[in-house]
């Protein structure tokens, strides 16, 4: 697979390939994510089989502006037009009323759209490029860990035959998956993933904003209504092959049998084995940014197993710990 920068001639054959109907790693603010022709059944097809993706789990759309974005819904409801109005481009995905004449597995069988505006300049110049709408999951093997950067699309998809190509613009500012919201009516905002965008400042601007789900997966029954209404919240995900213990905030860390690595938020421990700090200066979203990475790096040791801790339940932290609850469900 090709391995682009992200200058005018590259992008064009980057766009070019995505106008034959390939698959191409696109960056986005958020993570890098496999992009294909939104408007071509058969190439939506192909991303989630590359992905070896559930057909039950529906993609979202990107698009280059508001306009064309919900240009691709059969409705647009108020809320949806205020978030859109103020964090679009940028990590916040709307669940829409879905058109009718768009490819159905875009949708996984649901009434409903995912669509969303990216505000990665190199995605928005790619968009502008192929002049289509672009389906993208993120670039990984279904359950696999997200990739944040172009070197992960190629470990993930570098043995791929439909995979054209990666654009590489080095690792995504955010590091997290955006925040998924859908409006089920009544003025109701949900949040389907907790992701970029923080809750709380969904909150400035929307008054009812409910969140299904969040970092607590042992809720079962949280767990079934949050599944029934976003597919894609499936409590094992974003998992590394090692087993992952995840442990509360300034919990003792374990005597461990066996190697283990180590992943805590800003505190350098005292232990054996290899350790990651997601942000010494304690910092959610230098932790955001470093995760995913963070987790690669321990999972390619080998080890028997990872012992993580919760970080700060707040802002950027909530999407933080949602991502390790749902990497340490066996
Ligand atoms: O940041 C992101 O959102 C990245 C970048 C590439 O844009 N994309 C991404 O896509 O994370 P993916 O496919 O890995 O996650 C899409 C999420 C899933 O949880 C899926 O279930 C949910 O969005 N989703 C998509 N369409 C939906 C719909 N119609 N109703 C409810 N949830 C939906
Ligand atoms: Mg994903």
Redesign the pocket.
């Known amino acids: 697979m090709e391995h682009w920068t992200s200058s005018p001639e590259e992008l064009a054959k980057a766009a070019d390939a995505l106008r034959s109907g390939a698959l191409v790693g696109?960056p986005?603010e958020?993570?890098?994510?496999l992009a294909g022709n939104a408007l071509d059944a058969e190439t939506v097809a192909t991303i989630f089989e590359v992905k070896r993706r559930p057909t039950f789990?529906?993609?979202?759309v990107?698009a280059a502006t508001l306009e064309e974005a919900f240009g691709l819904a059969a409705e647009v409801p108020a809320e949806a037009r205020m978030l859109a109005e103020r964090f679009w481009p940028g990590?916040l995905?709307l669940?829409l009323p879905r058109r009718p004449d768009l490819p159905d597995l875009l949708?996984?069988g649901?009434e409903?759209?995912?669509v969303?505006v990216?505000g990665h300049p190199v995605a928005q110049a790619l968009l502008k490029a192929c002049g289509l709408p672009l389906a993208?999951?993120?670039?990984n093997r279904f359950g696999h860990i997200?990739p944040t950067r172009a070197a992960h699309v190629l470990e993930e998809f570098g043995d791929a035959p439909d995979v054209a190509g990666v654009v590489d613009a080095g690792p995504c500012d955010y590091g997290l998956?955006?925040t998924?919201v859908?409006f089920p009516g009544g003025g109701r905002v949900v949040v389907?993933?907790l992701?970029?965008t923080p809750l709380e400042v969904l909150r400035e601007v929307a008054d009812q904003v409910e969140a299904v789900n969040a970092a607590h997966p042992e809720d079962e029954a949280d767990r079934v209504s949050a599944g029934e209404?976003?597919?894609?919240?499936l409590a094992r995900h974003y998992a590394p092959r090692t087993p992952l213990t995840l442990l509360e905030a300034g919990a003792e860390a374990p005597v461990s049998g066996g190697r283990t690595g180590w992943l805590s938020f800003d505190r350098v421990l005292e232990v054996d084995g290899p350790q990651e700090v997601l942000s010494t200066r304690g910092d959610l979203a230098q932790a955001a940014t470093r995760l995913f990475s963070c987790l690669r790096r321990l999972d390619r040791l080998g080890l028997d197993r990872i012992v993580a801790w919760k970080v700060p339940e707040e802002g950027l932290g909530r999407a933080i710990n949602d991502r390790l609850t749902r990497a340490a469900v066996s």
Do not use: F, K
């Open positions: 696109m986005t958020t993570v890098y994510g789990d529906p993609l979202i990107h990590p995905t669940v949708s996984a649901l409903t759209l995912a969303r990216p993208a999951p993120s670039a997200s998956e955006s998924v859908g389907y993933r992701g970029a209404q976003s597919p894609g919240m």
